[in-house]
C-alpha cells in the first residue's frame, strides 16, 4: 500500500504546498517576524522535509535535525491564537491550491488544524 507521501503526489505536492503557504508569511505582519533569515528559504526547506517524514516521505528532516521536537522549537516564538489563526489561513489557502481528492485534503487538514492549536504556547497579545 501507497504512503500518503505518495498517493498525493510526493515531493512535488508537499514543495508546492510549502511554497504557497510562505507566500503568504512573507507578507503577514504577525507571521514574518517568526523567521529571522532574509530568505524565507530555510525554513521552507525545513517544512518541506518535516511534512514529507511525517507523512511517509524521504527521512530527511529526521537525519539533518534529529527529532522533530515541534513545540520546543516554536517555544522561542510567541504563537498565541492570533499567530495561530493567521499560520491556519496561509495554510489553508496552501492547501486548496493543491486540489487534493477530498479524502486527502480532509486528512492533510486535520493534521495541520491540530498542529497548529498545539502550538499555542501564550494567550498574550
Known amino acids: 500500500m501507497k504512503t500518503f507521501y505518495e ?3 510526493g515531493h512535488e505536492t ?3 504546498l510549502v511554497d504557497t503557504f ?3 508569511v512573507a507578507g503577514d505582519p504577525v507571521l514574518r517576524p517568526m523567521y529571522p533569515e532574509e530568505d524565507l528559504g530555510p525554513a521552507a526547506e525545513r517544512l518541506t522535509l518535516f511534512l514529507e517524514q511525517y507523512w511517509g516521505g524521504p527521512k530527511t528532516y529526521s537525519e539533518e535535525r534529529g527529532h522533530p521536537r515541534l513545540r520546543m522549537r516554536h517555544m522561542p516564538f510567541k ?3 492570533d499567530a495561530r489563526d493567521r499560520w491556519l489561513k496561509h495554510m489553508r ?3 486548496d491550491a493543491l486540489d ?3 479524502v486527502h485534503e480532509a486528512e492533510l487538514w486535520d493534521y495541520l488544524e491540530r498542529a497548529a492549536f498545539s502550538m ?3 494567550f498574550e497579545d
Request: proline share 10%; charged share 10%; hydrophobic share 50%.
Open 79 to 81: 504563537v498565541n491564537p
Open 22 to 24: 510562505y507566500e503568504g
Open 100 to 102: 487534493l481528492a477530498p
Open 14 to 16: 508537499f514543495a508546492k
Open 93 to 95: 489557502a496552501a492547501v
Open 120 to 122: 499555542i504556547n501564550t
Open 7 to 9: 498517493q498525493v503526489g
